[in-house]
């Protein structure tokens, strides 16, 4: 168990010596410390800490001698952290970050050095995993840099992939899926870049970008063809953007100056929103009593609560396509299928499944009684023309119900 481990020392008491293998790194709690380095005997003085300040950390990072000595200035008492709760942080941090501290350690390792009056040792062979994180700190900045490069030049835009009603086989709306189009005119899925922009300020301007076309779309596509009034666009919202203050506010501007609907446009959000704090669910409850739809992702595949579920403001639960996917061969997908469809009677939310690929799976959904539907059986994303054009064919010549190949 990783209790809180206190070691005190009394005044003078050294912590640790300088070449000494460290064991773990120290939280202050009470008292000072001195950090000092000896040279020909005498001790150098490099830092005095205090209360709330972290040492020894560096031996933990990479696993090297301590590079300086510690003694205790006063009593203290100092909580140890250790290596596997650093090193879990350390791991779970971005590359850049990762580079930079070990830069910094670097920098301070020479500094040491020089104070002992060590000239500076030429560069030392990098290790593979160094040679690596390297690597990835490079591509992720790199990556960063033209998705800032392709925001400018406007390359991002919403492919629509539409939602079927999955008795009438009528399209009751769609989900926008980001797409990136390069200079080059390559397509780039959100799965080469949705996660960095998630950890940078950037998805705020994408998301907001993404609202403001999916509007304009929904305007356009009302202007070309008699839709019904709940047709929907659904567009992905990622729980910082609903963490930001702002997110209402820029929202109704979009609404207003397009004039579309609240109830055409409905917000998909995932189970991570819970982990975004109260500014999260207080945006989404005002999203919700400003006439929004509200549609939980991906649910079951995350930290999911029942709680949560019960006391999130949702008209639609998303059946994620893994659980699709398997149902018909694994009979606990199937169960979790069943107990999704089951739950969402009980809180009265409309069902949508995702992923449908087969007749198959198409076939099962519907006799479980699931209403929409999207998946590659009916249709792929698509640019906004070919979404346009599927619409008018369908309301030239209206669907019959499904006929399911055998
Ligand atoms: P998601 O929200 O779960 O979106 C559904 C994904 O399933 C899409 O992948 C879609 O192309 C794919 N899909 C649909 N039908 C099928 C099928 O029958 N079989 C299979 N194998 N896949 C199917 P895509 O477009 O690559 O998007 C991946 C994820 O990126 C999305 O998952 C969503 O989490 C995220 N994303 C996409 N656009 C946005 C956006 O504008 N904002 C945010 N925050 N996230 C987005
Ligand atoms: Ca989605
Ligand atoms: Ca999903």
Not at 75 to 86: A, D
Not at 125 to 151: C, F, P, T
């Amino acid at each position: 168990m990783l209790g809180k481990q206190i070691r005190s020392f009394a005044e003078n008491e050294i912590i640790f010596r300088e070449g000494e293998a460290g064991d773990c790194a120290y939280l202050i709690e009470t008292g000072r410390i001195l950090v000092y380095l000896m040279k020909n005997g005498t001790e150098i003085p490099l830092k005095v800490l205090g209360k709330g300040d972290i040492f020894g950390e560096m031996s933990m990072i990479d696993c090297s001698l301590r590079s300086a000595s510690c003694r205790a200035l006063s009593e203290v008492r100092l909580v140890t952290v250790t290596q596997e709760q650093l090193v879990d942080r350390i791991q779970s941090a971005d590359p850049i970050v990762r580079l930079l501290m070990r830069a910094l350690m670097d920098r301070l390792r020479v500094q040491n050095d020089a104070i002992r009056g060590i000239s500076i040792s030429p560069a030392t062979v990098m290790s593979e995993k160094d040679e690596r994180e390297k690597q990835e700190a490079l591509e992720r900045i790199s990556l960063e840099n033209r998705i800032a490069m392709g925001l400018e030049n406007d390359e991002f835009l919403p492919h629509y992939q539409p939602i079927y009603d999955l008795e009438t086989q009528q399209i009751k709306g769609c989900e926008a899926l980001i797409r990136w189009t390069t200079s080059d005119g390559k397509t780039i899925s959100p799965g080469m870049f949705i996660d960095v922009l998630e950890e940078s300020s950037m998805m705020l301007q994408v998301g907001q970008m993404m609202i403001e076309k999916c509007a304009a779309d929904m305007v356009r596509l009302q202007k070309a063809l008699p839709l019904a009034p709940d047709f929907f666009i659904s567009v992905n919202v990622s729980g910082k953007q609903f963490a930001d203050p702002n997110f209402v506010t820029h929202l109704e501007q979009v609404r207003s100056r397009t004039g579309i609907s609240a109830a055409n446009l409905k917000l998909e959000v995932t189970e991570r929103i819970m982990t975004e704090g109260p500014q999260a669910i207080a945006t989404l409850q005002s999203c919700r009593s400003l006439g929004y739809k509200i549609a939980i992702d991906d649910f079951g595949t995350g930290f999911s609560s029942l709680q949560y579920l019960a006391s999130m403001p949702l008209h639609d639960l998303k059946v994620d396509r893994t659980f699709v996917f398997q149902m018909m061969s694994h009979e606990k997908p199937l169960s979790i299928v069943k107990t999704l469809i089951y739950l969402a009677r009980l809180l009265n939310l409309n069902l949508i499944a995702e992923g449908i690929e087969t007749p198959a799976q198409l076939e099962l959904l519907r006799k479980l009684g699931v209403q929409m539907g999207q998946g590659f059986y009916f249709a792929k994303a698509m640019p906004y023309n070919d979404f346009l054009s599927l619409l008018g064919k369908e309301s030239a010549a209206p669907a019959t119900p499904l006929k399911i190949a055998a």
